[in-house]
């Protein structure tokens, strides 16, 4: 393919500080809480270890006695709880009366994804999350990536929000079968990409129509945030700038529904 894209346990007070919170609100506070039934569908699907389930008190009904059974063939502890509580280690997120403790999900590297993309002999399709501050972006657009064949997504470890539970609940699963690599900078994971021969794409405003273009090569898309938008650097390092064309009164969609608009179309590319 011709290279013709335009560039573009801390003492306070000499006292050994203990956190006086009840366990499960300890708990919450980390990544390693999965909420919601289809979150832990897959987490059990998924293999991962897992600590202990919090079932809501009363009548079980639906698809969460086919987990409850499923955890308990594994020799899961599972434990009731009132729904005041789960409404509050959940932090008001939908926990449809379930929600898993588990270890905390391992973060990869960018060598890591691209070995992924060579131990299925395809063409590396990776996907750059720049910024994204919002847990419902960041969690749908992991269920984009993992939805459409992506190998992996890279986000950074500052400035943009991480594996927090609500992005669990969001990815409705998917962040279980995604590598995720978490990498200090940016612009050096780019870089590594480019090194390794992938072609880097920026979703912005002002750039080709994705449609248009030609994705059928290794492709690394960034989308960035809906407040900034792709960084500054990061899109002057781009060897392409994509957009979607907009035909109403608004001037943009959500992220992650341009990322599931333009990644459909890389997969498809990919795979024509």
Request: glycine share 8%; charged share 25%.
């Amino acid at each position: 393919m011709e290279k013709n894209y335009k560039k573009y346990g801390e003492k306070k007070n000499n006292r050994e500080y203990k956190d006086k919170r009840e366990p499960f609100e300890q708990e919450a506070s980390s990544e390693g809480m999965v909420i919601g039934r289809n979150a832990v569908r897959e987490l059990l699907k998924s293999g991962r270890a897992v600590d202990k389930i919090l079932v809501q008190k009363g009548e079980r009904e639906g698809s969460i006695v086919a987990l409850v059974a499923e955890a308990v063939s594994r020799k899961i502890p599972i434990i009731d709880a009132e729904k005041a509580k789960l409404d509050k280690i959940s932090a008001g997120a939908n926990h449809q009366g379930i929600i898993a403790m588990a270890a905390e999900k391992e973060y990869c590297t960018v060598e890591d994804i691209l070995n992924i993309a060579k131990e299925r002999g395809e063409k590396p399709f990776v996907v750059i999350a720049d910024g994204i501050t919002d847990p419902h972006n960041l969690g749908a657009l992991i269920r984009c990536a993992e939805g459409v064949g992506a190998h992996g997504l890279i986000i950074p470890k500052r400035r943009a929000v991480g594996l927090t539970p609500v992005v669990t609940k969001a990815s409705c699963g998917a962040i279980e079968h995604l590598a995720i690599a978490k990498v200090t900078n940016l612009s050096a994971a780019v870089e590594k990409l480019r090194e390794n021969g992938l072609w880097i794409f920026a979703a912005e405003a002002g750039g080709s129509a994705y449609y248009d273009t030609d994705f059928k090569c290794p492709t690394a898309l960034i989308l960035g945030s809906e407040g900034e938008g792709v960084s500054r650097i990061l899109k002057e390092n781009a060897d392409y700038i994509v957009s979607i064309p907009m035909y109403g009164h608004v001037n943009s969609f959500n992220v992650s529904t341009a990322a599931a608009v333009i990644l459909a179309e890389i997969s498809r590319q990919h795979r024509s």
